[in-house]
């Protein structure tokens, strides 16, 4: 059990409403990581963080942005949620030998 | 950049061996990765392999990595049903992990 966790674990909302996501850990671990899991596309990087305050896009970023205000926190959030950003959402964490652990996952719906 | 493939399905009996198989284009990546992941779980870091390895052996898991032909494996001995899930290959790219599609394994009794 890698100490991370995701809030909430399920969430359903309207188009053009914000959403946040919370991932917290308790291991300390400098670099995290959001991404998201679509049937036919695997994994995709949304963003990542490197420290507080230090962050930086990954592959499919647009209509997201991050924040990271402390080492156990960092937040994805949906300006104006669309029908394209239902997905399941998953947040790690880096090791020492770069291997990632992931969190539980996050099922959202845009309707 | 990388890419990473990985044969979509396979499907094996219980007590049989599971071959799960991923070849990649480039990468200096130092450690490669197996993932597992059951429905409706996140990833589980399964086992890894030091890249001037070629083969790690962990219980019933065992890693082969041929880095002339970039192929990873991943051998699963006396599969059991319990071991349904899909399995992801990964490997270190530029400040992230590259994932391959994954592979769903059945195992039927």
């Known amino acids: 059990d890698a100490g991370i966790t995701q809030s909430p674990r399920h969430k359903v909302t309207e188009t053009g409403t914000p959403v946040t996501l919370r991932c917290h850990q308790t291991e300390n671990h400098r670099y995290m990581y959001w991404y998201r899991q679509d049937p036919g596309h695997g994994l995709r990087l949304i963003h990542y963080?490197?420290?507080?305050?230090?962050?930086d896009k990954g592959e499919v970023s647009d209509g997201y942005s991050v924040s990271r205000s402390k080492t156990e926190d960092f937040l994805l959030t949906l300006e104006s949620a669309t029908s394209s950003q239902t997905s399941v959402y998953f947040c790690?964490?880096?090791?020492?030998?770069?291997?990632?652990?992931f969190g539980p996952g996050t099922r959202l719906t845009v309707t | 950049g990388e890419d990473v493939e990985q044969s979509l399905f396979l499907s094996v009996r219980e007590g049989d061996s599971s071959v799960i198989n991923c070849t990649y284009t480039d990468s200096s990546s130092t450690y490669l990765y197996w993932y597992k992941q059951e429905p409706g779980a996140g990833l589980q870091l399964l086992t890894y392999?030091?890249?001037?390895?070629d083969m790690k052996q962990d219980q019933r898991l065992t890693v082969l990595l041929n880095k002339k032909d970039k192929h990873l494996s991943l051998r699963i001995a006396d599969t059991q049903t319990g071991d349904s899930a899909i399995y992801f290959c990964a490997l270190k790219g530029f400040q992230k992990l590259v994932f391959g599609t994954g592979t769903r394994l059945l195992v039927s009794p």
């Open positions: 963080s490197y420290g507080v305050k230090d962050t």
């Open positions: 790690a964490i880096s090791g020492d030998r770069d291997e990632q652990y």
């Open positions: 392999i030091f890249s001037n390895m």
